[in-house]
């Protein structure tokens, strides 16, 4: 009876491991025969993971990560919000961890600006190429193919931080170093950019905040972040912009560009937004002069 049982349950297993199986294979079969919806980067992501899902089945005989990626390639054929990989639910080498969550980071600050919609291909082949390294980097002995998946992430990052969409972003944004409030020189050319620009339109305010990341107190990083503020106001009086024209604030660590653990540092969350504001219907006749002669 127990041999009878134990056979019994092992038949039961394989045919459940079975319709796994074949459900996971008609979702790579079912992406292969959608045509793409929703938004161009959503179609051309849909694309980059069937490519990545069919090299993987077909070339690599990966089952398991070729339906991972088709499950995704499917979503994004549906126009559904599609996340790159996460490093925590990969198991990477220790030594990777880092610049793989770096490489992440510099995506999401990326596609924030809005690089989706006007670069949707790169997007796209950057997002997938990232998840592409994960992906490799846990199989951990296809040297060139781990090299190939990041070096086109990498590449396909460098074109769109080239792009005008982020330079225009990146416009009205300068940088700190780590728990400073000095202006790095290379900042300065930024700065008299946005000047150029905000007298050439004539804005009748320009409004400065200033943040951190969330190493540190908070309430030193509010007094940081004012800090850093204060320095970029200076900066643009030097550069002959009226002072009346010019608002302060600080907001510490509480909006970051990009999310992270409490006591992470992150470059791109040290910064001064600089928000150029046209003038209004009402500008009063003292601002408009101010507008007009600097």
Known sequence: MWGTLKIGSVLAAASFVLAACAGDFQTLQTLRQTKPQGSEFSQHLAREYLRFANFEADEMYDWTDAYHFAAKGLAAAKGSEVEPEKSTDWSLPQAQIKPINQGRRRLAAMFETGIKQGR????????????????QQEENWQVDDIAACRDGFMAALDALEASPEVQAARFT????????????????????????????LGFAEISV?????????????MALSLRRAEAVRQALIRH??????IRVAGK??????????????????????????KPPSATGEETAALVANW
């Open 120 to 135: 949707p291909d790169t997007a796209a082949h950057a997002q997938a190429s990232f998840d592409c390294w994960l992906e």
């Open 173 to 200: 944004m300068v940088l700190f170093p780590f728990d400073k409030a000095t202006l790095d020189p290379g900042e300065f050319e930024t700065l008299s950019a946005i000047v150029t620009r905000a007298r050439a």
């Open 209 to 221: 905040t200033g943040h951190t990341d969330r190493a540190g107190k908070p309430a030193y990083n």
């Open 240 to 245: 002959a912009v009226p002072a009346a024209l």
């Open 252 to 277: 510490g660590e509480s909006a970051p560009r990009i999310s992270t653990p409490d006591g992470m540092r992150e470059a791109i969350n040290r910064r001064v937004e600089i928000d150029l504001r």
